[in-house]
């Protein structure tokens, strides 16, 4: 059984805060931003669920690599500024071994601040196409 690769699929959980009195803004914001990248981003899937009444919502995105998630930041920084406007990020999780380059940029305290984040490695599993 081989570890996780720069090759390897990757699943990233965000778990944000939606701004007391901004959940609108916040929706507007999520469906622009995966809209564009349903059209151009290099993710196999994105899922978004909200909580409404605790004002929290979870971000999964499932990348075929780590080289994915740098290409994802690259197109979408824009999009990514205008969530932000309207939440906090509570926690990061990275399902997989990502490469250090890549757990370097997500999980620097200057990028994520004080965010509690971690790294779980992969033991098993596949992707269908």
Same mark, same amino acid.
């Given at each position: 059984?081989?570890?996780?690769?720069? @090759?390897?699929?990757?699943?990233? @959980?965000?778990?944000?805060?939606?701004?007391? #009195?901004?959940?609108?803004?916040?929706? %507007?914001?999520?469906?622009?931003?995966?809209?564009? !990248?349903?059209?151009?981003? /290099?993710?196999?899937?994105?899922?978004?669920?909200?909580?409404?009444?605790?004002?929290?919502? @979870?971000?999964?995105?499932?990348?075929?690599?780590?080289?994915?998630? %740098?290409? @994802?930041?690259?197109?979408?920084?824009?999009?990514?500024?205008?969530?932000?406007?309207?939440?906090?990020?509570?926690?990061?999780?990275?399902?997989?071994? /990502?490469?250090?380059? !890549? =757990? #370097?940029?997500?999980?620097?305290?200057? %990028?994520?601040?004080?965010? &509690?984040?971690?790294? !779980? &490695?992969?033991?098993?599993?596949? =992707?269908?196409?």
């Amino acid at each position: 059984m081989s570890r996780s690769t720069r @090759h390897a699929p990757l699943l990233l @959980h965000n778990s944000m805060r939606i701004t007391e #009195g901004h959940l609108g803004e916040f929706r %507007v914001a999520v469906e622009r931003a995966v809209a564009f !990248v349903e059209e151009h981003g /290099p993710q196999l899937a994105v899922q978004v669920f909200i909580d409404d009444e605790r004002l929290v919502a @979870h971000s999964f995105q499932l990348y075929p690599d780590s080289a994915a998630i %740098v290409e @994802h930041w690259r197109l979408s920084d824009p999009y990514i500024a205008e969530v932000m406007e309207h939440c906090s990020v509570e926690r990061l999780e990275m399902y997989g071994e /990502p490469e250090e380059d !890549v =757990v #370097g940029d997500v999980f620097r305290p200057d %990028v994520a601040g004080d965010v &509690p984040r971690r790294v !779980v &490695p992969r033991l098993i599993g596949f =992707v269908r196409p």
